[in-house]
Nanobody, 115 residues
Framework: QVQLVESGGGLAQPGGSLRLSCAAS????????MGWHHQAPGKDRELVAS???????NYADPGKGRFTISRDNAENTVSLQMNSLKAEDTAVYYC?????????WGQGTQVTVSS
C-alpha cells in the first residue's frame, strides 16, 4: 500500500499561481510514475502531468508551458507548480502513484480559479 498526502490548492485569481505537493509513504524510487490528474464537475478525470521514475515528464496539452512537475527524492514528494492559471483549470486535483500494475490515489484537493 502506498499512501499519498496532498497539500496546496485553494483559490487563485486568473493569471495567478498555485503549488500542489504530494508526499508518498514509500520511496519514490519504488514508484514507476507519480503525477497529477484533475476532475472538473461532470467530466472525467484527466491527466495533468506525470513524472516517471527514470526522469521523464509528461504534460497534457492544456498545462504545457504553464505547469511544471518536479520531484524531491529526499522528501519522497512530487510537486506541481501551476502558473498563469485559467478559469478552466478549476477542478479537484488528485495525486497518483503507479506501483507495478497498481494505481494509488490521494484524497484530492480543490483548485478554484476565479476573480
Amino acid at each position: 500500500q502506498v499512501q499519498l498526502v496532498e497539500s496546496g490548492g485553494g483559490l487563485a485569481q486568473p493569471g495567478g499561481s498555485l503549488r500542489l505537493s504530494c508526499a508518498a509513504s514509500t520511496s519514490i524510487f519504488s514508484i514507476n510514475a507519480m503525477g497529477w490528474h484533475h476532475q472538473a464537475p461532470g467530466k472525467d478525470r484527466e491527466l495533468v502531468a506525470s513524472f516517471w521514475r527514470w526522469g521523464v515528464t509528461n504534460y497534457a496539452d492544456p498545462g504545457k508551458g504553464r505547469f511544471t512537475i518536479s520531484r524531491d527524492n529526499a522528501e519522497n514528494t512530487v510537486s506541481l507548480q501551476m502558473n498563469s492559471l485559467k478559469a478552466e483549470d478549476t477542478a479537484v486535483y488528485y495525486c497518483n502513484a503507479r506501483v507495478a500494475s497498481h494505481d494509488y490515489w490521494g484524497q484530492g484537493t480543490q483548485v478554484t480559479v476565479s476573480s
